[in-house]
């Protein structure tokens, strides 16, 4: 019989505070090789934190988190970084006053294999030729779609093994998010990546992800493939705003209050 592989990403009962809240407890999430992941739910929920703890921007309070069998909970981001695990942030954090091409070129800073970083440069242009047209303006003055994938063209230059997503389609027009998330299933596909997405928008994220979660007041409440989810009923009318019934609940309520920019 063969052997189950170990997956890439496991998170075991992981606990996060801040001060004398907790933000997240009890969180159990697996990542397996080349899928997609989505981390559905709420402002409020716990998805950023739970990105953060992940990549060691934040402690956790307990816990564990095993990359590649590794044990990283509470390491240094940076250490977590140069194992393969990237992290994209909320908000594309861009360097404004570098040309998009020098921000590329930033994501590759630790490699030496000239030639691979050269084709993998190619590879972003062909995925977001728009970054190709602009590559020497100011990524400040990009769009905030192309802004986006700049900071997603970026982490792909570091050769993540698991690139984690906070938000993508934040700010941006439905049209312009599924673009991305079409994008990301080609990031996956082309480079074997693994990717865990946070995204408040459901529908697209249900459609383009392989498996998801969805986290509500800091807590797990549903896991399974993005098409048994996609299916579920309960889940479709308390969490994902995609019913057809009047009259919210406090949850879908929280669901449909939609963050744009802070
Ligand atoms: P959003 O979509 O609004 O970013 P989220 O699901 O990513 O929501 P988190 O940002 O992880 O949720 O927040 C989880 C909880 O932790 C919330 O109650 C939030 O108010 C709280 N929180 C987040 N960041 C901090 C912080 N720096 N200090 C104190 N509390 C925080």
């Known amino acids: 019989m063969q052997a189950t592989r170990p ?33 559905l739910g709420a402002n409020g929920a716990g998805k950023s934190t739970l990105l953060n703890t992940v990549a060691g921007v934040i402690d956790p309070f ?16 940076d250490a977590i970084s140069r194992l393969g695990l990237k992290l994209v942030p909320e908000g594309r954090q861009v360097f404004p006053f570098l040309s998009v091409v020098d ?7 630790a490699r030496s294999d000239k030639d691979a970083v050269a084709k993998d440069l190619d590879r972003i242009y062909q995925w977001f030729p728009r970054l190709k047209e602009r590559e020497h303006q100011h990524a ?17 230059m570091g050769q993540p093994k698991l690139l984690m997503l906070d938000e993508p389609s934040l700010g941006l027009s439905p049209l312009l998010t599924k673009e991305i998330f079409v994008i990301v299933q ?29 986290m509500e007041l800091g ?7 993005c098409v048994a ?9 308390a969490y994902l705003g995609l019913s057809q019934t009047h009259g919210l609940s406090g949850t879908a309520k929280r ?8």
Do not use: C
């Open 229 to 237: 989810l996609a299916q579920k009923t309960d889940v479709r009318d």
């Open 103 to 109: 921000n590329l070129s930033m994501g590759a800073y």
């Open 219 to 225: 807590r797990v409440v549903a896991a399974d493939t």
């Open 255 to 262: 669901w449909s209050q939609r963050k744009t920019w802070r």
């Open 186 to 214: 080609r990031i996956r596909d082309e480079t074997g990546a693994a990717i865990l997405v946070v995204e408040q928008n459901a529908a697209v994220a249900l459609s383009h992800a392989d498996d998801g979660y969805i």
């Open 140 to 156: 400040g003055l990009l769009s905030g779609g192309e802004q986006q994938m700049l900071a997603i063209g970026r982490a792909v």
């Open 7 to 39: 997956p890439l990403l496991e998170v075991r009962n992981l606990e996060t505070w801040y001060g004398p809240v907790a933000a997240m407890s009890g969180i159990n999430i697996v990542v397996s090789n080349a899928r997609i992941v989505a981390v």
């Open 62 to 77: 307990k816990g564990q988190v095993l990359f590649k069998q590794q044990e990283i909970q509470g390491h240094d981001a």
